[in-house]
C-alpha cells in the first residue's frame, strides 16, 4: 500500500511538474506574441552581431540577376542601416527576402500594383495580419548560419546508401538467431555486431549532426507553409495556393524525416533512453536521415519556393509596418515606363529616412543636377535622401516624401569610396572604376534609364586635370537616357556644364563667430564658401587664416595663384 501511494504521488509530481512546464511556455509565448503584436509600426530594438548581415544576404546571393543595386551603391547609401532600422521579421525567412527585396528593383508596373495591394491588406486587416505574425513568429530563425548555407553542404554529404546499415542491422539479427541454437556463440556474435554498430553509428552521426538542425528548420517551414495555406487571405490566393501545392510535394521528406529529428540525446527520460539505444545500435535515424536527403534532393525547388513566398509575405508585413513607424511621413511612389522624351523626376518634401529631425527638400527636373555648397551644408545627404527615395520607391513601393514621380530607373552611385589596399589601387583608381561602371550602364541601349550619383568627381587628381575630365565624363552622363545627380566643389563646372546640367545648392550663414546651416535647396551655383572660415572657428593661427583669405581672393579676381 505505501508503495502503490508513493508511487502514485511520484506520477503526480511528474504530472504538476510537466503541466507547469507547459503552461509556463504557453504564457512565454502569449507574452512574447502579444509584444510582437503591440510593437508593431514601431522602430525595432533589434541588434546584429558582426556576421548576421552576411548570413541574412544568402538568399540575395542565390538569388542574383541583372537590375540589383550592386555592392558599391549599396555601401555609398548605407542601406545595411535602412535595412536594420525597417527590419520587424520574426524569421530566418524574412529576414533574407526582405533584404533581397531592396536589393532587386522592380520594374513592373503590374507586380508594383500587386505588391501594394498585400502591403495595404495588412496594415488595414488586423486580426489577418497577426495571424500571420503569430505563424512567422512560430517559425523563427537558424541559430546562427542561413538554411541556404545548410543546403549547399548537402551536396558534400555525397550519395548516401542504406545497404551497408542494413547488412549490420541482418548480422545483429542473424546473431540474435544464432542464440536459439548455441546460446554462447549467438552471444558472441550479437556482441561484436552490436558493439560494431555503436563505434560505427557515433562516427556516422557526427558527419550528419549540422544538417539535423536545417532538416528540423524545414520541417518548421513545412509546417508554417501548411498553417499559413489554411488561412483565407484573398490578396494572396495564388500564392497560398502554391505553397499548398509544395508542401505536399514534400511528404516523403516529412515522414522520413520524423524519427531524425525527433531524437533528444541526453534527456534523462527512461523511454527516450531505450529508443536511443536502439536508434545507435541499428542505424535507425542514419537510416531516416538518408531516405530523407533523398527525398530532400528531389526537391530543393519546392523549399525555395517556399522561402520566397513565405519571405514575401512576411516582407509585406514589414514593409506596412515600417510606413506605420514614418507616422504617414511617406508616399506611395507615382512609377511608369519610361515612355517620355525626356526623363524626368519630381520629389516633394524629400528627407533622409535616417535622420531624427530632417529638413524636407522639393525637386523637380528633367536634366542632371549639379549640386555645390561648401563643406558640411548637406550635399552628400541629399544626393543619399534623393538616392534612397528611388531605392525604396522602386523596391518597397515607399518614398520617405509626399510625392514622388520618375520612371523605372537603374540605380548607381560613386560617393563613399576608399583606397583598395588589398587589390593595390590608389583611391583615383578606385574612383575611375567606380565610374566606369557607371558610364557602361548609361550607354547602354537595351536597358532602361538610369539615374545615378556621383559625390565629388574625380578628387583623387590634380585640379586641372580634373575639371577636365570631369567635365567630359559629365557631359556623357547628360546625354542618352541618364539623369545624373553630382556634388562638386569646383565653380568651374557650374559654367562649363551649364547647358546641360542644373545648378543647385545649399549654403551658409555665419553669424558671431558661428556657422549654421539651415539644409534648404537653392536655386543656383554656390556663391559662399566656408573652408577657411572654419579654419578660424577652430582658433587656427590668424596669420594663416588672413593668408589664405587673401590668396583665394586674388585668385578669384585674376585667375592666377600669382605666386
Same mark, same amino acid.
Given at each position: ?13 511528474? &504530472? ?74 520574426? @524569421? ?53 548560419y542561413s538554411i541556404y548555407e545548410y543546403l549547399d553542404n548537402l551536396e558534400s554529404l555525397g550519395e548516401r546508401k542504406n545497404g551497408v546499415y542494413l547488412l549490420y542491422d541482418l548480422a545483429a539479427l542473424a546473431g540474435f538467431g544464432m542464440m536459439f541454437y548455441s546460446l554462447p556463440a549467438g552471444m558472441v556474435v550479437l556482441l561484436i555486431v552490436l558493439c560494431h554498430n555503436l563505434i560505427s553509428y557515433f562516427k556516422e552521426y557526427k558527419e550528419i549532426e549540422p544538417y539535423i538542425s536545417s532538416f528540423r528548420y524545414i520541417r518548421r517551414l513545412i509546417a508554417c507553409a501548411e498553417e499559413m495555406g489554411r488561412e483565407q487571405l484573398q490578396p494572396l490566393s495564388g500564392k497560398l495556393n502554391r505553397l499548398r501545392e509544395c508542401c505536399q510535394q514534400l511528404k516523403g521528406f516529412l515522414r522520413n524525416s520524423y524519427l531524425v529529428i525527433s ?15 536502439? %536508434? ?11 531516405? *530523407?536527403? *533523398? ?31 514614418? @507616422? ?72 520617405? *516624401? @509626399? ?26 583608381? &578606385? ?27 574625380? %578628387? ?7 575639371? *577636365? ?95
Open positions: 500500500m505505501d508503495a502503490l501511494f508513493l508511487a502514485g504521488v511520484i506520477v503526480l509530481l511528474v &504530472v504538476l511538474f510537466m503541466g507547469k512546464e507547459y503552461i509556463d511556455s504557453r504564457t512565454f509565448q502569449k507574452r512574447m506574441l502579444e509584444k510582437l503584436y503591440q510593437s508593431y509600426g514601431r522602430e525595432p530594438d533589434r541588434t546584429y552581431g558582426a556576421e548576421e548581415l552576411d548570413h541574412i544576404s544568402m538568399y540575395y546571393s542565390k538569388h542574383r540577376c541583372q537590375g540589383q543595386i550592386d555592392d558599391i551603391t549599396w555601401n555609398d547609401l548605407h542601406l545595411n542601416e535602412i535595412y536594420e532600422r525597417m527590419n520587424t521579421s520574426s @524569421s530566418a525567412a524574412g529576414d533574407e527576402y526582405l533584404y533581397y527585396r531592396l536589393r532587386t528593383p522592380v520594374d513592373d508596373i503590374e507586380q508594383m500594383a500587386d505588391m501594394e495591394r498585400r502591403i495595404v491588406f495588412f496594415m488595414e486587416h488586423e486580426p489577418e495580419r497577426r495571424k500571420v505574425q503569430g505563424i512567422f513568429y512560430r517559425l523563427g530563425r537558424m541559430r546562427r531524437a533528444e540525446k541526453g534527456n534523462g527520460n527512461p523511454l527516450e533512453v531505450v529508443l536511443d539505444y536502439l %536508434r545507435m545500435l541499428f542505424y535507425l535515424d542514419l537510416i531516416q536521415f538518408n531516405r *530523407a536527403l *533523398a527525398a530532400l534532393r528531389g526537391h530543393m525547388d519546392e523549399v525555395d519556393e517556399m522561402i520566397t513566398i513565405l519571405g514575401e509575405i512576411e516582407t509585406d508585413v514589414v514593409v506596412g509596418a515600417y510606413r506605420t513607424s514614418l @507616422s504617414g511621413a511617406y508616399c506611395v511612389p507615382k512609377l511608369h515606363y519610361d515612355e517620355r522624351k525626356d526623363i524626368f523626376l519630381r520629389v516633394e518634401n524629400l528627407y533622409h529616412p535616417l535622420l531624427a529631425d530632417p529638413v524636407k527638400n522639393s525637386l523637380s527636373v528633367t536634366r542632371g543636377v549639379l549640386l555645390t555648397g561648401s563643406n558640411a551644408s548637406g550635399k552628400s545627404t541629399f544626393l543619399r535622401a534623393v538616392a534612397v527615395a528611388g531605392v525604396l520607391s522602386q523596391t518597397i513601393h515607399t518614398c520617405p *516624401a @509626399s510625392d514622388y514621380e520618375a520612371p523605372f530607373f537603374r540605380i548607381y552611385s560613386s560617393m563613399s569610396l576608399q583606397d583598395d589596399l588589398t587589390g593595390g589601387d590608389s583611391y583615383y583608381m &578606385v574612383e575611375i572604376k567606380s565610374i566606369k561602371r557607371i558610364l557602361e550602364q548609361a550607354m547602354r541601349k537595351d536597358a532602361g534609364p538610369v539615374l545615378c550619383f556621383v559625390d565629388e568627381v574625380l %578628387r583623387g587628381t590634380n585640379t586641372v586635370e580634373r575639371i *577636365a575630365a570631369s567635365t567630359q565624363i559629365m557631359k556623357v552622363l547628360a546625354g542618352g537616357r541618364t539623369l545624373c545627380f553630382a556634388a562638386t566643389h569646383d565653380v568651374e563646372l557650374t559654367r562649363l556644364l551649364a547647358a546641360v546640367y542644373d545648378n543647385y545648392h545649399f549654403e551658409e550663414t555665419i553669424e558671431e563667430e558661428d556657422i549654421f546651416f539651415p539644409y534648404l535647396l537653392c536655386k543656383g551655383p554656390a556663391s559662399s564658401r566656408n573652408a577657411i572660415a572654419l579654419l578660424k572657428m577652430l582658433g587656427y593661427d590668424r596669420k594663416i587664416v588672413e593668408e589664405a583669405e587673401a590668396m583665394a581672393e586674388r585668385f578669384l579676381k585674376s585667375g592666377s595663384w600669382g605666386l
